[in-house]
C-alpha cells in the first residue's frame, strides 16, 4: 500500500500563508493525492485533490512535485478556524484500501 | 441533500456485550470504509467492502465484524472479543467510477462509543 508521511505538528500566525508538506514516494501513476482536514470530534471534510497538475479551489491549493513524490497543501492566508489536523492520503481507484496517516496537526496563533 | 449517517451518535455498551454502529448513505457510492479514532491520534482502517455482499480485512479487524447486504448500508459490529472498543468510530464512502471530479471521500460524523 502507499504510505504519505507528514510531520506530526506546525505552527503558523493568522493571516499568514501555510505550506503542509507530505511525501509520498511510492506512489503509483493512478494514485490521486487528497488532503482532507478534520476537527475536533467531528469526521474529516474534503480539502482538495489532485493527480498531477497544481489544483486551486476555494479553500486552498496543491502543488505537486514533477515526480509527483511530494505534494504541499497551501493555505493561502491562515484563520483560526483553519486549526485543524490535516491529512494527506492516496486514493487509487483499482485499490481502495484507504489508509490514513497521523497528519499534522495545525496550530493558527492569533 | 445527498450524504451519510451514522448512529447513534453515543452509545455506552457493557463489557461482555455486542453493538452494531449503523452507516448509510443516499449517493450512490460503490467503496464504504469504517475506522476506528483514539484521542490524539489518526484514523486506523477497521474494515472496507468495495462493492455490494463483498468486504476485506483492515489494519485492526479482530473483534469486528461487518455486513454489505445493500449498497446503501455498512453496519459495524464491536463484539466483546474487542478489547478496547471504547473509541471514536467513523465510516466513510467514495465513488469508484468515474473521472476524478468523483473521488472525494465523503464522511459521517461519527459514533463515539463508551464501554463502561
Known amino acids: 500500500d502507499a504510505k504519505t508521511t507528514q510531520p506530526n505538528s506546525m505552527e503558523s500566525n493568522e493571516e499568514e500563508p501555510v505550506h503542509l508538506p507530505c511525501n509520498h514516494s511510492?506512489?503509483?501513476?493512478?494514485?490521486?493525492i487528497h488532503w482532507y482536514r478534520q476537527l475536533p470530534s467531528q469526521g474529516p471534510e474534503y480539502v482538495i485533490h489532485?493527480?498531477?497538475s497544481n489544483v486551486n479551489n476555494r479553500m486552498a491549493s496543491l502543488a505537486i512535485a514533477e515526480d509527483r513524490k511530494s505534494s504541499t497543501l497551501i493555505l493561502h492566508r491562515a484563520t483560526l478556524r483553519d486549526a485543524a489536523v490535516y491529512y494527506c492520503?492516496?486514493?487509487?481507484?483499482?485499490?481502495?484500501?484507504?489508509?490514513f496517516g497521523t497528519g499534522t496537526r495545525l496550530t493558527i496563533i492569533p | 441533500d445527498g450524504g451519510i449517517t451514522q448512529s447513534p451518535k453515543y452509545l455506552f455498551r457493557k463489557e461482555g456485550q455486542n453493538v452494531t454502529l449503523s452507516c448509510e448513505q443516499n449517493?450512490?457510492?460503490?467503496?464504504m470504509y469504517w475506522y476506528r479514532q483514539d484521542p490524539g491520534q489518526g484514523l486506523r482502517l477497521i474494515y472496507y467492502?468495495?462493492?455490494?455482499?463483498?468486504?476485506q480485512k483492515g489494519d485492526i479487524a479482530e473483534g469486528y465484524s461487518v455486513s454489505r447486504e445493500k449498497k446503501e448500508s455498512f453496519p459495524l459490529t464491536v463484539t466483546s472479543a474487542q478489547k478496547n472498543p471504547t473509541a471514536f468510530y467513523l465510516c466513510?464512502?467514495?465513488?469508484?467510477?468515474?473521472?476524478?471530479?468523483?473521488?472525494?471521500?465523503?464522511f459521517g460524523e461519527g459514533s463515539r462509543l463508551t464501554v463502561l
Open positions: 492520503i492516496l486514493l487509487n481507484f483499482g485499490n481502495e484500501k484507504l489508509t
Open positions: 511510492t506512489i503509483s501513476g493512478t494514485d490521486y
Open positions: 489532485g493527480l498531477t
Open positions: 449517493l450512490n457510492h460503490d467503496a
Open positions: 467492502s468495495q462493492i455490494v455482499n463483498d468486504f
Open positions: 466513510a464512502s467514495v465513488l469508484t467510477a468515474g473521472g476524478p471530479s468523483t473521488g472525494e471521500l465523503f
